[in-house]
């Protein structure tokens, strides 16, 4: 048997928490869906250490992920990021091909709201080795 093997791309993961509900949430998601051409969801439940309060957060989340070699989707992953804080997320976990960023609101932004958001330089974890 003959096998072929075509490029659809680069893999995404966004984790979203579940008590993130709203029409702005669904309809970014549905947007990425149409683009992606299909996306699986994984509720998992996680545990994070808050930069807020230093405690312990347990929160039941949803995992997106799909693979797509359309770029526009990163614009859609943004939108989704500023959305999310917007709601009052404290950052925004997303991987690209493996490679995770924690998204969070530029702290030098003078701004109060999130509309004109400007996020740092992608942060990555120092403790994780890079290759």
Same mark, same amino acid.
């Given at each position: $048997?003959?096998?072929?093997?075509?490029?659809?791309?680069?893999?995404?993961?966004?984790?979203?928490?579940?008590?993130?509900?709203?029409? +702005?949430?669904?309809?970014?998601?549905?947007?990425?869906?149409?683009?992606?051409?299909? $996306?699986?969801?994984?509720?998992?439940?996680?545990?994070?250490?808050?930069?807020? @309060?230093?405690?312990?957060?347990?929160?039941?989340?949803?995992?997106? +992920?799909?693979? @797509?070699?359309?770029?526009?989707?990163?614009?859609?992953?943004?939108? &989704?990021?500023?959305? &999310?804080?917007?709601?009052?997320?404290?950052?925004?976990? $997303?991987? @690209?091909?493996?490679?995770?960023?924690?998204?969070?609101?530029?702290?030098?932004?003078?701004?109060?709201?999130? @509309?004109?958001?400007?996020?740092?330089?992608?942060?990555?974890?120092?403790?994780? +080795?890079?290759?």
């Amino acid at each position: $048997m003959l096998l072929t093997q075509d490029d659809i791309g680069h893999e995404y993961k966004i984790w979203i928490p579940c008590v993130a509900d709203s029409d +702005s949430v669904d309809d970014l998601v549905q947007q990425l869906v149409a683009i992606a051409g299909g $996306m699986t969801a994984q509720a998992v439940q996680g545990i994070w250490i808050s930069d807020e @309060t230093g405690e312990a957060i347990q929160e039941d989340t949803h995992i997106l +992920s799909f693979i @797509t070699n359309k770029p526009q989707v990163l614009v859609l992953l943004r939108q &989704l990021a500023v959305v &999310l804080l917007e709601e009052g997320q404290e950052a925004v976990l $997303m991987t @690209t091909d493996g490679r995770g960023f924690l998204l969070r609101p530029d702290e030098s932004e003078t701004e109060t709201n999130f @509309t004109g958001i400007k996020f740092n330089i992608l942060q990555e974890d120092d403790n994780v +080795s890079k290759n």
